[in-house]
Each structure stands twice: as structure tokens, then as C-alpha cells.
């Protein structure tokens, strides 16, 4: 990924300038062959199987992601003994972790993680 398609798609809710300094001190190169593996059968899912508690983060201007199909994903768990949940943050993008306000998403992880580290049960959203 250029810098230009970074800030676009990326962190298109920073500053052109926050941009590229982010992209100059994060961005990786990386191969396509991660997202091909994700393809194959090592990338499926049993969205029908146990599992344990769930946060599904969605950026509401995430371009990569959209928060409307991480919420689809969130949906399509439908084991009712397991605790699955959506939060969507208004403005953010798919660099939702590093952009300002970080420490919301950070915190809002954390609560998710004390309220339901013991938790077996019932998904709700959120």
C-alpha cells in the first residue's frame, strides 16, 4: 500500500500530514498471500461453534471494513450459549487503533474483557 491509498483507505479520517506521518511510522510491507490464506480452509470459520467472549470493533468510516459488515459478522454467531458483541465508534476509520481517541477504544476493550472474562453466556449488542 502508497501512502496515498493509506490516508484513503486506511486513515481517512486523519489529516492528510497525520497521514504520512503515521504511514512513515507504521506501515509495513506485506505479502497478499496473507489475505489469500484467509481464503483457504484455514480461514473458515464455525460460526455455529462454542466459543469464547467475542468484541467485534467497528469504525464507522472504516473503508476497508465497514462497521455495517462487522455487525453482519457479529450476527452471524449464532451459538446462544456464547457471548458475542458489536461496538461501533462514530468517526473512526480502519486505523481505529492508533488514531486520536485511541484510549477509548482501548478502555472500551478493557471493560469488555472485566465484564465478561468469566462470562459463558448470552450475546447482546451493544
Known amino acids: 500500500m502508497d501512502e ?3 490516508h484513503g483507505a486506511f486513515a481517512n479520517t486523519l489529516s492528510e500530514a497525520e497521514a504520512a506521518a503515521e504511514f512513515e511510522a507504521t506501515a509495513t510491507h506485506d505479502s497478499r ?3 489469500r490464506d484467509c481464503m483457504g480452509e ?3 470459520i464455525d460460526l455455529n461453534a462454542p466459543h469464547a467472549p467475542l468484541l467485534l ?3 464507522e468510516e472504516d473503508q476497508i471494513i465497514p462497521a455495517h459488515l462487522t455487525e453482519k459478522n ?7 450459549a456464547s457471548l458475542t458483541e458489536f461496538l461501533p465508534f462514530a468517526g473512526r476509520s480502519h486505523y481505529i487503533c492508533n488514531e486520536p481517541g485511541w484510549q477509548d477504544v482501548a478502555e472500551a476493550a478493557y471493560q ?3 465484564r465478561n472474562s ?3 453466556s448470552v450475546g447482546a449488542i451493544i
Open 42 to 44: 484455514d480461514g473458515r
Open 57 to 59: 470493533i467497528g469504525g
Open 112 to 114: 469488555f474483557i472485566e
Open 4 to 6: 496515498k491509498t493509506f
Open 118 to 120: 468469566a462470562a459463558t
Open 74 to 80: 457479529f450476527k452471524a454467531y449464532t451459538d446462544a
Open 33 to 35: 498471500n496473507v489475505l
